[in-house]
Nanobody, 119 residues
Framework: VQLQASGGGLVQAGGSLRLSCTAS????????MGWYRQAPGKQRELVAV???????NYADSVKGRFTISRDNAKNTVYLQMNSLKPEDTRVYYC??????????????WGQGTLVTVSS
């Protein structure tokens, strides 16, 4: 199983970016999918998570600015980021709880995509 993230880049404060992350491999089902972010020397923190049933949680710091969504048919999770601030500059990682064919359940991480917001 692999998670492939894309969509990071450089944007000015107030701008928008959309991250995507697609899971591939011998997947039976995916429960929750989410996005985390990490600054150098800091702990990785939750940004947003969405369950297979559509229940969503956001970090307080991104509520009202970021929107998480998923396309279950494509095993893909998205993060629409609007009104970006310089403090949103982080490496963003996608995460998914996946049941593989063969029934073992694990959490998987994408490779990380850098988001840089200039002031």
């Amino acid at each position: 199983v692999q998670l492939q993230a894309s969509g990071g880049g450089l944007v000015q404060a107030g701008g928008s970016l959309r991250l995507s992350c697609t899971a591939s491999g011998s997947i039976l089902s995916i429960s929750d999918m989410g996005w985390y972010r990490q600054a150098p020397g800091k702990q990785r923190e939750l940004v947003a998570v969405i369950t297979s049933g559509g229940i969503i949680n956001y970090a307080d710091s991104v509520k009202g600015r970021f929107t998480i969504s998923r396309d279950n048919a494509k095993n893909t999770v998205y993060l629409q980021m609007n009104s970006l601030k310089p403090e949103d500059t982080r490496v963003y990682y996608c995460n998914a709880k996946i049941t593989r064919v063969g029934m073992d359940v694990n959490r998987y991480w994408g490779q990380g995509t850098l988001v840089t917001v200039s002031s």
